[in-house]
């Protein structure tokens, strides 16, 4: 068995090296063999690092990611990842390549956005879901305007995407998801009444709000990690994308406990 799954890792090793041939710089199977070499190696650098991971590019090649598993256990972060963006491409970034018991994933590389950085959450929304982003400014922000007097085109991009996480984390049975009214200064039955229209319209004409409510449904993905920072920009078509989900709660999806 252990001869089967050596050759096994060989085959996987040099099929996955003509895509990335840095791959091959990754000595070992343990995270003390691999963190030496990507140490010893000059052309790996630290992007970021998590509670679970560390993440690295290779100068080599600017657009992917190696994210490697601190701890043993960690690797089921990787290997959640692999799941849902297997399931749900448009949401995740692609997760192109990883170790056979997910040490390491390779996954796209993205620009990770954060709150201020209003342009970027502007045309992440446009490319993500361009109807949805047109109903909210030409729709939404009427009718409330003429309903209430309150003109919520004040709200920033970011903003507005909280907004519309929270319309979906509202009609998924999502963990609890926090209150976010008082920070979008919206009154809450006024939030209550838009998140039901942002839900209802962009379900049946985004694919981007239909497969997050169901990678919410399914795999139980934490609406509540859905903030700056764990959200990025695909370098391939400017869709926003979600870098570091918390999946697999407990209490719901398709793995609950
Ligand atoms: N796909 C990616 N593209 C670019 N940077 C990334 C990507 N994934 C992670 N990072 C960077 O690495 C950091 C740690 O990764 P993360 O997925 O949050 O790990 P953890 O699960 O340990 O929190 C992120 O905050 C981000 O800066
Ligand atoms: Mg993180």
Request: glycine letters at 6%.
């Amino acid at each position: 068995m252990k001869e089967i799954l050596k050759e096994w890792i060989k085959f996987l090793k040099e099929s996955q090296s003509e895509y990335f041939p840095w791959l091959i710089l990754l000595k070992g199977d343990d995270y003390e063999s691999v963190i030496s070499s990507i140490r010893k190696d000059k052309g790996f650098t630290v992007l970021g690092k998590g509670g679970y991971r560390e993440v690295f590019d290779h100068k080599s090649d600017k657009e992917h990611v190696l994210k490697l598993a601190r701890e043993e256990g960690s690797s089921f972060f990787n290997y959640s990842e692999k799941v849902v963006s297997d399931n749900f491409p448009t949401v995740f970034p692609k997760v192109y390549s990883n170790h056979p018991s997910y040490l390491w994933i390779v996954c796209e590389k993205c620009d990770v956005i954060l709150a201020y950085e209003d342009e970027k959450w502007k045309v992440g929304l446009q490319r993500s879901m361009p109807k949805l982003f047109a109903f909210i400014k030409d729709v939404i922000f009427e009718k409330y305007k003429l309903e209430t007097g309150v003109d919520y085109s004040f709200l920033s991009h970011y903003q507005i995407f909280i907004l519309i996480i929270a319309s979906i984390a509202s009609k998924t049975k999502s963990e609890i998801y926090y209150d976010p009214t008082h920070a979008l200064n919206i009154p809450k039955e006024t939030y209550k009444k838009m998140t039901d229209d942002i839900f209802n319209f962009g379900i049946r004409y985004e694919n981007w709000v239909l497969d997050l409510s169901k990678a919410i449904q399914r795999f139980g993905v934490d609406a509540n990690d859905l903030t700056e920072g764990n959200i990025g920009q695909s370098f391939e078509d400017g869709t926003l994308k979600i870098i570091d989900s918390s999946i697999f709660e407990k209490k719901m999806g398709e793995y609950r406990s």
